[in-house]
């Protein structure tokens, strides 16, 4: 896929490799939802680039799962059901975006819900979309947690709205990136979130010891 200059210039900034390829989405959405961590989320939205590394993630299935919006939300089914790689942005409880990736294999419904970054570039944007005091950002991982540490912070933060819901992540102004060179993050698995279908489901997944997951509970290590 070519790029052009703003998309490299974004990478660069983020310290982001090549994007991810459709082929990468397009497996089983536990695989999906655990290979996510440590990629570079890059927004070019708003006018500015922003980024962070994914340090939590949410698996959610077809209808089989109760919490799945594609067991109980049938105007989200055609995304569902379509290629992956795709953003699914919904509103939760009317109020906040939600940034998900629809993943799995073809025909086979689900996605993953982004729910934590660790901020990486343009955070001072970030931080102005967030309403934050600028002295919050100098608190360290804590300060800097109140940015993009939960799946609405980190969408006011990117700029990511309703407006985005079916954009291609492999291209355009929000992509996510291959995680640099180096070694694996140890990933804890858990229950999800904030639900009550299907709740004690270990779908959810962390970059363990990582201080910006939007919770930490006792984990369930993970290999």
């Known amino acids: 896929m070519r790029t052009g200059p703003a998309a490299r210039s974004a990478r660069g900034k ?13 497996r089983p959405v536990r695989r999906v939802a655990r290979g996510l961590l440590g990629c ?41 059901y379509g290629p992956g790689g795709v953003a699914y942005v919904f509103q939760a409880y009317g109020l906040h975006a939600c940034l998900n ?9 689900g996605c993953v819900l982004i729910r934590a970054l660790e901020p990486l570039t343009g955070l ?10 600028p002295a919050v950002l ?19 933060a990117l700029d990511v709205t309703l407006r985005d819901n079916g954009r291609d ?8 990136h291959v995680r640099p060179t180096g070694a694996r993050p ?20 962390w970059v363990r010891g990582s201080p910006f997951v939007s919770r930490a509970p006792t984990p369930r290590p993970s290999s």
Not at 14 to 26: K, T
Not at 50 to 78: K, N, Q
Not at 124 to 129: D, F, K, N, P, S
Not at 186 to 205: D, H, K, N, Q, Y
């Open 101 to 109: 990736a629809i993943a799995g294999p073809p025909g086979t419904p």
């Open 124 to 133: 001072r944007v970030m931080g102005r979309r967030r309403r934050l005091d």
């Open 186 to 205: 140890a990933v804890a698995t858990g229950p999800r979130i904030g639900i009550t279908r299907s709740a004690s489901l270990p779908l959810r997944f």
């Open 14 to 26: 983020a310290g982001a490799g090549r994007v991810l390829p459709r082929r990468f989405y397009e």
């Open 169 to 176: 992540l492999r291209r355009g102004p929000l992509t996510i």
């Open 138 to 156: 100098r608190q360290s991982a804590r300060g800097l947690g109140a940015l993009t540490s939960g799946p609405a912070r980190l969408t006011q």
């Open 40 to 80: 570079i989320l890059v927004s070019r939205l708003g006018r500015s680039v922003t980024a962070g590394r994914i340090v939590e993630t949410e698996a959610y299935l077809g209808p089989e799962d109760g919490a799945s919006h594609a067991a109980f939300r049938p105007s989200s089914r055609w995304l569902f």
